[in-house]
């Protein structure tokens, strides 16, 4: 109880009374992308982080702090529900004669903590008031970034963490029998029951939100059993199973088991379309621009059939009605870019497969926040709800290209970005 107390007090240090100023916002347009309708001429009212009040006609307390965001259209934060913050693959890794996925697990958790804060920051300044991290973060580095953000150290959007990926054994890198030790830290490779629930256990005692499974990167799999069993088991404790799959078996599995999201997803049956939608069962579709499986080093013409073959997917689940949540599973740096403009590039996947704007806007913060979890308290802009919002200088709903040039970054009601940067 003590320890509770305390951390009350610090958490009211960290964000609460340093905002107890109300902020009155006036907002030119706000979006609603739950259902794609546009208010006009709105004040939000912002206190303690969160909206106290919005309407047309709220009056503006006298000692109120005004943003004129009059001209601008305002809607709730981008939400990115898969990336790898703390995880960038080399570009050096030829040279240095290793698989350059190896490479990324070779930096020290120290250094990965450093590349989460940067990107974090990144992610922020885009327009991404959450994230899901999906693993690939060293021993835990993505519970420290996420608690480095909660305590006001650095700036940053909410945090979903995966920390140790559990896997069927070997994980996805294909590392030698003598270096095993590099993937110790970022996954958990379990087999047996006992295995499993041992990870699972291991994961949220030590701080995670959500529990990453990788079902089938390798020739063995985990059987829908095997994730039934994951599923049961994470709900106890209150979390959800994001499932990555490549092979069609792998689908089934993580589908016929109740995992809440299918990660990536490449090859999905139309059968299964029909199942994922009756069940509920969200894809993160992570469909990479062309630059992106470049930088993966993909060369140009097979990163192009795999990008036509990922929209193409990307089609038949929209049409299916499946629902689908923005993610972008983003682990390089491209040249001049930042992590969190890389990430709004794939809105551009979007609109090839022929999503209109308020869709694409609802699978980047309605979609995505109902499946983190935070939808009772983040992702849209209502009374009670923590005030994350972002502006633009164009309605999205009109052309959602302007989500590329966000002008303005409130979180948790603290500005972040107020202008062109
Ligand atoms: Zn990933």
């Given at each position: 109880m003590i320890y509770r107390i305390f951390l009350t007090f610090l958490l009211a240090l960290t964000f609460g009374f340093a905002n107890a100023q109300v902020i009155a916002i006036k907002a030119g347009k706000v979006v609603d992308?739950?259902?794609g309708t546009v208010t006009y001429n709105q004040v939000i009212l912002v206190e303690n982080g969160r909206i106290k009040d919005i309407g047309a006609d709220i009056s503006i307390p006298q000692d109120a702090e005004t943003i004129d965001l009059s001209r601008s259209t305002v809607m709730p934060g981008l939400i990115d529900a898969h990336t790898h913050i703390c995880a960038t693959i080399s570009i050096f890794a030829d040279r240095l004669g290793v698989d350059f996925l190896d490479l990324v697990l070779l930096n020290p958790d120290g250094y990965r903590a450093i590349q989460g804060a940067v990107h974090a920051k990144q992610m922020l300044e885009a327009g991404f008031t959450a994230i899901r991290?999906?693993?690939?973060?060293?021993?835990y580095v993505d519970v420290d970034v996420k608690r480095a953000i909660n305590e006001g150290l650095i700036p940053g959007p909410t945090i979903i963490t995966a920390g140790r990926i559990i896997v069927p054994?070997?994980?996805?890198f294909r590392t030698k029998a003598d270096k095993q030790f590099i993937t110790n830290n970022e996954y958990f490779f379990a087999d047996t029951r006992d295995e499993i629930l041992k990870a699972i256990r291991e994961n949220i005692f030590y701080g995670v939100d959500v529990i990453k499974i990788?079902?089938?990167?390798?020739k063995y799999k985990y059987s829908a059993e095997d994730m039934a069993f994951i599923v049961d088991e994470a709900r106890k404790s209150g979390l959800k199973v994001m499932a990555h799959c490549q092979t069609v078996d792998g689908v089934y599995s993580a589908v016929m088991g109740g995992a809440a999201s299918v990660e990536h997803g490449w090859t999905i049956l139309d059968s299964i379309i029909t199942l994922m939608k009756q069940k509920n069962i969200v894809l993160?579709?992570?469909?990479?621009p062309v630059k992106v499986l470049q930088a993966y080093g993909s060369k140009e013409e097979n990163a192009k059939t795999a990008h036509n073959k990922m929209i193409e997917r990307l089609k038949r689940v929209y049409d299916g009605g499946v629902t689908i949540a923005f993610g972008t599973d983003i682990m390089v740096d491209i040249e001049n870019e930042t992590r969190g403009a890389t990430a709004i590039s794939y809105i551009d996947s979007f609109v090839e497969a022929g999503i209109p704007a308020a869709d694409i806007l609802k699978i980047m913060t309605t979609n995505a926040a109902a499946l983190l979890g935070i939808n009772k308290s983040r992702g849209s802009i209502s009374k009670g709800m923590y005030c994350d919002i972002i502006a633009t200088d164009e309605n999205p709903l009109e052309?959602?290209?302007?989500?590329?040039?966000?002008t303005f970054v409130m979180k948790n009601g603290v500005v972040y970005k107020n202008g062109k940067r």
């Open positions: 992308p739950s259902n991290e999906a693993g690939n973060s060293g021993k054994f070997g994980g996805q990788v079902v089938d990167s390798k993160v579709s992570t469909d990479f052309n959602i290209q302007t989500l590329k040039n966000v």
